[in-house]
Nanobody, 119 residues
Framework: QVQLVESGGGAVQAGGSLRLSCAASGSIFGITVMGWYRQPPGNQRELVATITREGSTNYADSVKGRFTISRDNAKNTVCLQMNSLQPEDTAEYYC?????????????WGQGTQVTVSS
């Protein structure tokens, strides 16, 4: 099992910044992709950004140029720097980790952290 602990959510005004952090612990061997997803009120969970162990990143079009994902493989952490936040970024943000050991794939989710952006 992998345990994920998120931090850094909060409330900001439009144009502000927040930094989300997620620390993985437990069975961390074999972690491949780490990322962030979000679920706006009344909507389905959606991809925000992912990063591979090698550092390759993928972003949702809506956050490109504003959000930056990074990870520290030694510390098993993934961060999301969010700049120029807009009200439409308001959502519950979830850390996501994928693990693969001997072709057996698992996926883990954090408990979520709320981000609220006011206009």
């Amino acid at each position: 099992q992998v345990q994920l602990v998120e931090s850094g959510g909060g409330a900001v005004q439009a144009g502000g910044s927040l930094r989300l952090s997620c620390a993985a612990s437990g069975s961390i061997f074999g972690i491949t992709v780490m990322g962030w997803y979000r679920q706006p009120p009344g909507n389905q969970r959606e991809l925000v950004a992912t990063i591979t162990r090698e550092g390759s990143t993928n972003y949702a079009d809506s956050v490109k140029g504003r959000f930056t994902i990074s990870r520290d493989n030694a510390k098993n952490t993934v961060c999301l720097q969010m700049n120029s936040l807009q009200p439409e970024d308001t959502a519950e943000y979830y850390c996501n980790v994928r693990r693969e050991v001997f072709s057996f794939r698992q996926e883990y989710w954090g408990q979520g952290t709320q981000v609220t952006v006011s206009s």
